[in-house]
C-alpha cells in the first residue's frame, strides 16, 4: 500500500482483491508487533537476567564462606574456653568444608569481583592460618592472650573483605535492576509505537477501502435514483471503480439506455400511429403504416396484405429499407387464406428460406371484429438484433391503428363518394331546371307572339266571346312566361351564372311603377293598398333582378291577402340603408315554416292547404337579389294575423363576391 | 316596300314574323339556317335582316360578323333575336355591328315596330 494507491486508477481490481489486501495488511502489523515484543523479551533476557543469576550465586556463595568463618571462629573460641572437644569438631568440620565453598565462590566470581574474592581469599587464609595454630597446641597449651588477639584482629579484616565483595555484589544487583527497568520502558515504548502505527494504518486502510468501495457505489445509487426521477440522460461515470462496482454501474447504464431506446421508440411509435390515423385514403396509411414500421423497428422489409372485400380484390404494400437484402415476393403473394384468419396479438417466427433474406418476423393479423382485414409482416434478416418483447407490442399496437385508419378511410371514401355523386345530381338537377326553362320559352314564344296577333286582330274581327277566351289564354300565358323567368333565374342563381348590373337606378320610380302594376289584381283580390314612399331615393344595382324581387313581394302580399285585408307599402332612407316595408293583413306564415321560407320550391303549409297557386320560388329569388345587393330581408309574421316583409337595401355600392347564395346564408332573417 | 329577310330554325316564327311584316306590306324571304341567310342575303340584297341568335351551324352572331366583313352587303341593317337568359349574346352582337336585338319571348308588335324603325333610319 502505497499513496499511490489512494487515487483511483482504470482497473484497480475487484472489492475482494482490496479487501485481502486490507486484510492483509492488518495481519503482518499483528505479526510485527509479535516479533518486536519477542526481541524485547530476548534482549531483556541476555541484558539482565544472566547477570542476576551469576550475581545472585556469587552473593550466595560469599555468605557461605562468610558463615564458615563465622563457625571457625565461634567452635575455636568455644573449644579455648571450655575445652569441649564438641566445640573443636564444629571447627574442624568448618575448616574442613571451608575450601569448597572458596572454591565455589572463586568460580562464581565475575570480571569486576574477581579482585575482591581474592582479597577475601588472603585474609580469610591467613585466619584459617592463625587458627589452625592455636588450635594444634590444644588441650594443653591455650594460645597466649596476644596471639588470641592477632587473630581477632584478622577476622575482622577477613570479614571486611566479605563485606566489600557483599556490597559490589548488591551494587551489581542494583545496576542490573536499573538496566532490567530501562529495557522495560523501552519494551513498552516500542510496543506502544506500534500498536499507535497499526492502529493508525487500520483505520487508513479502512477508509481507503471503504473510500474506494462507497464512492462509486453512491455514483451508481445516486445514478438510479436521477433515472427514477425521469432524469433519462443520467449515466454513472466510469472511472476506476473496482470491477464489481463497474460491473453494477455497466448495467445499470446499459438498462438506461435500453430504456432510452424504448422511449424513443415508443415517442416515435406515437408519432406514426398519428400519421397513420390522419391520412383519410387507404394508399395513403398503408405506405404511411409500411414506412412507419420500417423506421421504428429498423427492419429489412415491411409487407402488408389487405383482404379482398366487395369493392377491391386483395393488394399487397410493401416497403424494403434500402439495399436491404432479399425480395418479400413470397411473403407479398402467397396466397392466404383469409376465411380462416382472425385478428390477434403478434407472434415471431422464423422466415425460412431465402424468399427475403432468412430471418425473424414479427406477424399479426388485424381487422374489424372477428374479420381479418388484413395481415402485417415485418421481417428481420439473420443476424440482426432480436426482437423486444415490447416490439412486438408496437406491431400490434400500429396494426390496429392501421385498421381503424383503413376503416375511417373506407367510410371517407364512401362519404365522399356519396357527396360526388349528391352534387352531381345536383349540378344534374340545376341543368335539367335550365334546359327544361329554356325550351318551354320557345313554344311559348310562338303561342305568345300568334297569341298577340290574333287578340290584334291581324288575322281578322273577333267577337267578343273569342275576346274574353283569348284573355284568358293571354293572363295564363303571361303566368307561364313569369313562372319560366323565374325557374331560370333559380337555376342560374344555384349554378352560380348570376351576375348583377351595377347601375344607380330610381328606387321610387321602380316602387311606384310595381305598386301601379300590382293595383289591377289587388282590386280583383278585394285588397285595399295604401303607398307611402318616399321621394327620390336611388341606390346602385340591378333594375331588372331587384324589380323581379320587389314584384315577387308585393304580389305574395296581395296573394296571400283574402278580400277585405289591407296591404301597405312604405319605403324610406334609414342611414346607410333604403328600407322597404310591405305589410299584410294576409293568412300568414305558420311558426314552424319560417326558417324555410327562403328555401326554394318550399310553400308554408297554410298556403297548400288553401290552394292558393305559387311555385315556392317568389322568396327564395327576394332573398338571392337582395344578399347580391348586400342587403337583407326580415319576415314578421304570425298566422291568421299578417305578414311584414321588411328590405334593407345599401344606398352605396357594395363589393359583390361571385360566390353562390348557399355561401351567403344566414343573410336573411325572420321572426315571429 | 323593302325586302327584309328573317333567319330562324323554328318555322312557327319565322311564319309569324312574315305574316306580321306582309300585313304591313313589306316583302319577306325566310330562312331556316345561318348559310341559308347568307347565301339569299348574298344574293338579294335585303333592306334588313332578322337573325336568330340560335341557330344550328352558323349562328345569328357568326352571319352577322360576315355581313359586316362583305362589303357588298355590309350595310345592312341587321336585327338580332335573342333567348333572355344569354345576355351576353346581345353585347356579342353588338360587338359584330348589330343594329338592334329583341329578347324573346317577345311581343310581334314590338317587333315590327323595331323593323320599321330601322327600315325608316336606312332610308334617311
Redesign the interface.
Known amino acids: 500500500m502505497n499513496l499511490r494507491a489512494r487515487r483511483p486508477r482504470k482497473g484497480s481490481g475487484t472489492i475482494g482483491r482490496l479487501l485481502g489486501r486490507a486484510f492483509g495488511g492488518l495481519v503482518g502489523l499483528v505479526l510485527l508487533m509479535g516479533v518486536v515484543g519477542l526481541v524485547a523479551a530476548v534482549a531483556a533476557s541476555v541484558a539482565v537476567s544472566q547477570p542476576m543469576r551469576e550475581t545472585l550465586r556469587a552473593q550466595a556463595a560469599t555468605a557461605e564462606v562468610r558463615s564458615l568463618i563465622g563457625n571457625g571462629q565461634m567452635g575455636l573460641n568455644s573449644y579455648l574456653l571450655s575445652g569441649d572437644e564438641t566445640y573443636r569438631d564444629s571447627y574442624e568440620s568448618a575448616r574442613r568444608a571451608y575450601p569448597a565453598a572458596m572454591a565455589q565462590l572463586r568460580s562464581v566470581a565475575v570480571d569486576q569481583t574477581r579482585a575482591l574474592v581474592a582479597d577475601l581469599n588472603a585474609e580469610a587464609a591467613q585466619w584459617w592460618a592463625l587458627a589452625d595454630r592455636q588450635i594444634a597446641g590444644m588441650p594443653g597449651a591455650r594460645p597466649p592472650a596476644p596471639a588470641r588477639w592477632a587473630r581477632q584482629a584478622q577476622l575482622v579484616r577477613a570479614q571486611s573483605a566479605t563485606r566489600a565483595l557483599d556490597q559490589a555484589l548488591s551494587a551489581r544487583i542494583g545496576r542490573l535492576n536499573h538496566r532490567n527497568d530501562v529495557l522495560n520502558t523501552i519494551a513498552l515504548i516500542v510496543v506502544a509505537v506500534t500498536t499507535v502505527g497499526a492502529v493508525l494504518f487500520g483505520l487508513w486502510i479502512g477508509r481507503s477501502a471503504t473510500r474506494r468501495i462507497t464512492t462509486p457505489l453512491a455514483q451508481v445509487l445516486e445514478t438510479a435514483d436521477r433515472l427514477r426521477r425521469g432524469e433519462h440522460d443520467a449515466r454513472v461515470p466510469r472511472a476506476g471503480a473496482p470491477a464489481e462496482i463497474e460491473a453494477v454501474a455497466a448495467a445499470v447504464n446499459a438498462n438506461a439506455d435500453e430504456a432510452d431506446t424504448e422511449r424513443r421508440m415508443f415517442d416515435n411509435f406515437h408519432e406514426h400511429s398519428a400519421a397513420i390515423r390522419q391520412h383519410l385514403s387507404r394508399g395513403d396509411a398503408l405506405a404511411a403504416a409500411a414506412r412507419g414500421l420500417g423506421d421504428l423497428l429498423d427492419a429489412d422489409h415491411v409487407v402488408i396484405r389487405l383482404a379482398p372485400d366487395q369493392d377491391r380484390p386483395a393488394a399487397a404494400e410493401v416497403w424494403s429499407a434500402e439495399g436491404a437484402p432479399g425480395d418479400t415476393t413470397a411473403l407479398a403473394e402467397a396466397p392466404v387464406d383469409w376465411a380462416r384468419l382472425r385478428p390477434g396479438k403478434a407472434v415471431i417466427r422464423d422466415l425460412e428460406g431465402a424468399s427475403a433474406g432468412a430471418g425473424s418476423v414479427v406477424e399479426v393479423t388485424f381487422g374489424e371484429g372477428q374479420e381479418a382485414v388484413g395481415r402485417l409482416t415485418v421481417v428481420k434478416r439473420q443476424g440482426r438484433d432480436p426482437w423486444r418483447p415490447y416490439e412486438e407490442h408496437l406491431v400490434s399496437m400500429l396494426a390496429a391503428d392501421l385498421a381503424r385508419a383503413l376503416t375511417q378511410a373506407k367510410l371517407f371514401e364512401q362519404a365522399h363518394e356519396l357527396v360526388a355523386r349528391s352534387q352531381e345530381v345536383d349540378a344534374a338537377k340545376t341543368e335539367f331546371l335550365?334546359t327544361v326553362s329554356?325550351e318551354l320559352?320557345?313554344p311559348?314564344?310562338?303561342v305568345?307572339?300568334?297569341l298577340?296577333?290574333l287578340v290584334?286582330q291581324?288575322?281578322g274581327p273577333l267577337n267578343p266571346t273569342q275576346e274574353r277566351m283569348l284573355g284568358v289564354i293571354e293572363h295564363n300565358v303571361g303566368r307561364l312566361?313569369l313562372l319560366i323567368?323565374d325557374l331560370?333565374l333559380v337555376s342560374?342563381i344555384e349554378a352560380g351564372r348570376f351576375?348583377v348590373d351595377e347601375e344607380t337606378l330610381d328606387l321610387t320610380a321602380m316602387l311606384n311603377a310595381a305598386y301601379a302594376a300590382i293595383q289591377p289584381a289587388a282590386q280583383q283580390a278585394g285588397v285595399t293598398m295604401t303607398c307611402e314612399i318616399d321621394e327620390s331615393i336611388t341606390m346602385p344595382g340591378d333594375q331588372d333582378h331587384l324589380n323581379r324581387a320587389i314584384r315577387n313581394v308585393f304580389s305574395n302580399a296581395v296573394k296571400f291577402t283574402p278580400s277585405g285585408g289591407t296591404v301597405s307599402v312604405a319605403a324610406h332612407v334609414d342611414g346607410p340603408c333604403a328600407v322597404i316595408v310591405v305589410r299584410d293583413t294576409g293568412i300568414g306564415i305558420p311558426a314552424d315554416d319560417l326558417p324555410k321560407l327562403f328555401s326554394r320550391f318550399f310553400r308554408a303549409a297554410n298556403a297548400t292547404r288553401r290552394a292558393l297557386p305559387g311555385t315556392g320560388l317568389g322568396l327564395s329569388i327576394v332573398s338571392a337579389v337582395v344578399q347580391r345587393h348586400g342587403g337583407t330581408v326580415a319576415v314578421d309574421s304570425e298566422e291568421d294575423a299578417g305578414t311584414t316583409v321588411t328590405i334593407r337595401l345599401p344606398l352605396t355600392a357594395v363589393a359583390h363576391n361571385a360566390g353562390t347564395p348557399e355561401r351567403q346564408a344566414g343573410a336573411h332573417e325572420y321572426s315571429q | 316596300m323593302a325586302l327584309v329577310l328573317v333567319a330562324d330554325d323554328d318555322a312557327d316564327i319565322r311564319d309569324l314574323v312574315t305574316f306580321k311584316l306582309e300585313g304591313l306590306g313589306e316583302e319577306v324571304i325566310a330562312a331556316e339556317d345561318g348559310e341559308a341567310a347568307l347565301a339569299a342575303i348574298r344574293e338579294r340584297h335585303p333592306a334588313l335582316v332578322i337573325l336568330d341568335i340560335a341557330m344550328p351551324g352558323l349562328s345569328g352572331i357568326d352571319v352577322c360578323r360576315m355581313i359586316r366583313a362583305d362589303p357588298a352587303i355590309a350595310q345592312t341593317p341587321v336585327l338580332l333575336l335573342t333567348a333572355r337568359v344569354q345576355e351576353q349574346d346581345v353585347e356579342r352582337g353588338f360587338a359584330v355591328g348589330a343594329d338592334d336585338y329583341v329578347t324573346k319571348p317577345f311581343s310581334p308588335r314590338e317587333l315590327v315596330s323595331r323593323v320599321q324603325t330601322l327600315l325608316s333610319r336606312a332610308r334617311a
Open positions: 335550365y329554356h320559352r320557345t311559348l314564344t310562338s305568345s307572339g300568334y298577340e296577333v290584334d291581324d288575322a312566361r323567368e331560370l342560374r351576375a
